[in-house]
């Protein structure tokens, strides 16, 4: 298999989620720590938008973890971490997309919002995203507990980091989680006992301390 470099960053979700493609696939990666304040020469001259992950492998690059987690599924296939059926994987891409355009994005407006009202707006509008979340997750298939039931899809793990790091918003913020999100716990839960998430999982305190770093700098 040819040489594989990922450029990622500690508190990124969206590296986080390519880690845990690879770990769930068990290659044998480089990984690159990128201060994304004071990005090195070398990463801005060869990265298309300045972001992480970006993924080097062999003669390739590909950037956008969603796009480099199925680039990673398609060239390194086992075990597969898309739904078998084409319209599962339809509804998985779709679920992605839900997540960055919901969750991912209001998070990161959130960060880099100082105004209250405009906060408070804010973290209404993640307890509406979890609480919609919750209520599809109960439609879930019930063969087992991740969203595709019995199988661990790349959906999952475009959900996970978020989740890993919704403590430190509890800590920085108002925003709890909604109540009785019981499908949401037992996902979590189960998401959370993987050999591959337990090998990069982060606690909260681990991830409130950078963030104020980085937010205070
Ligand atoms: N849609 C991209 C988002 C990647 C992204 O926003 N990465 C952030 C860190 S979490 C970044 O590199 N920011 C540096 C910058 O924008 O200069 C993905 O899914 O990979």
Redesign the pocket.
Known sequence: MSHVKLYT?Q?????HRVRLTLAEKEIDAELIEID?KNKPSDFVHISPD????LLLHGGTKI????IINEYIDEVMPDPPLMPAVPADRALARNWIKLV?EQLYSTTHRFIFTREAEARRELVAQLREHVQFIENVMARRPRSGPYLFGDRFTLADIALYPWFEQSGVLEQLSEFRLPPDCCGLSEWRQAVGERKAVRQHARTTDWYAVRYRTYLAA
């Open positions: 960053n508190l990124c979700p969206y590296a994304l300045g972001r992480v992950p950037w956008g973890s969603a960055d």
